[in-house]
């Protein structure tokens, strides 16, 4: 089964910045586009955006302080995250998605073994 690994979180005021990074074990990910989602403290997890495999495409429910690429030779998928708040303060995950970003948007990944996450907390 394909595995995602999420890495980049930490600890970071208000307004400042992240980059997190996605790989996948034992398999390449450029065959596969590549959602991120996120849970708050309490909350259900919730998709964040998507990049298509290729990375023409793209979805963001930040568009403005959130963006993704990918680096198919480093076979990594990044998350930039710029003017962070704490209410972005949570766990992030990045999970294989479809090229239209359809499991994002349904906050939910068919079969998939969610990772340990990356923490991401968002605090002066």
């Known amino acids: 089964q394909v595995q995602f690994v999420e890495s980049g979180g930490g600890l970071v005021q208000p307004g400042g910045s992240l980059r997190l990074s996605c790989v996948a074990s034992g398999v390449t990910l450029d065959a596969y586009a590549v959602g991120w989602f996120r849970q708050a403290p309490g909350k259900e997890r919730e998709g964040v955006g998507c990049?298509?495999?290729?990375?023409?495409y793209r979805y963001s429910i930040v568009a403005s302080r959130f963006t993704f690429s990918r680096d198919n030779t480093e076979n990594t998928v990044y998350l930039q995250m710029n003017d962070l708040r704490p209410e972005d303060t949570g766990i992030y995950y990045c999970?294989?998605?479809?090229?239209?970003?359809?499991?994002?948007?349904?906050?939910?990944?068919?079969?998939?073994?969610w990772g340990q996450g990356t923490q991401v907390t968002v605090s002066p």
């Open positions: 999970a294989p998605d479809r090229d239209d970003c359809t499991y994002v948007r349904g906050n939910y990944v068919p079969g998939y073994s």
């Open positions: 990049i298509s495999s290729g990375g023409g």
